[in-house]
T-cell receptor
């Protein structure tokens, strides 16, 4: 899982609560990404950031928010507006440019009670 | 729409036999292609990539992949499978179109290597 850490590993949330998932990298990568993984659906992009203080919506951004105040940090907030948040969340980073692979964190499994 | 297809949800192979996990893509231009592996409750690990050059790319753990431009395919292969290769494999594509920053992932193929 390289130089990317995600915390917590498991997270339980009550309906109506916002929760924040942490993602930190020490790889000096400019680009960072958040994905959601559900069984049989592969990885779906939530948000991505190419540079500090800038980020773009991915394919399923509704009900999520992010910030990128520091190069090494890209936290994801799952808001109460996200109707079905139970999933496995993966953070990734990469060097800028299309030919570079992504490095993934170990993931956070979020369960709504 | 740009997409990546992994047509098999699961591939079963006997230990010691060759394995192939298929990937085809529908992306304009000349995209960059990647394979990743995921073990249970873990993040994805990079295996190999095709950028340009030789159509046969070698990667980690004895895996290789063959790029076929005319068939828009990038199949993952290994000459002799190990039980420890059992995992979930993802193909990903990065378009090289200007202004595109996303990676497009397939839905994954579960590989089961039987002892």
């Amino acid at each position: 899982d390289g130089g990317i850490t995600q915390s917590p590993k498991y997270l339980f949330r009550k309906e109506g609560q916002n929760v924040t998932l942490s993602c930190e990298q020490n790889l000096n990568h400019d680009a960072m990404y958040w994905y959601r993984q559900d069984p049989g659906q592969g990885l779906r992009l939530i948000y991505y950031s190419q540079i500090v203080n800038d980020f773009q919506k991915g394919d399923i951004a509704e009900g999520y928010s992010v910030s990128r105040e520091k190069k090494e940090s890209f936290p994801l907030t799952v808001t109460s507006a996200q109707k079905n948040p139970t999933a496995f969340y993966l953070c990734a980073s990469s060097i800028q440019g299309a030919g570079h692979e992504q490095f993934f964190g170990p993931g956070t499994r979020l369960t709504v009670l | 729409a740009q997409s990546v297809a992994q047509p098999e949800d699961q591939v079963n192979v006997a230990e010691g036999n060759p394995l192939t996990v298929k990937c085809t893509y529908s992306v304009s231009g000349n995209p960059y292609l990647f394979w990743y592996v995921q073990y249970p409750n873990r993040g994805l690990q990079f295996l190999l990539k095709y950028i340009t050059g030789d159509n046969l790319v070698k990667g980690s753990y004895g895996f290789e992949a063959e790029f076929n431009k005319s068939q828009t395919s990038f199949h993952l292969k290994k000459p002799s499978a190990l039980v420890s290769d059992s995992a979930l494999y993802f193909c990903a594509v990065r378009p090289t179109t200007s202004g595109t920053y996303k990676y497009i992932f397939g839905t994954g193929t579960r590989l089961k290597v039987l002892a």
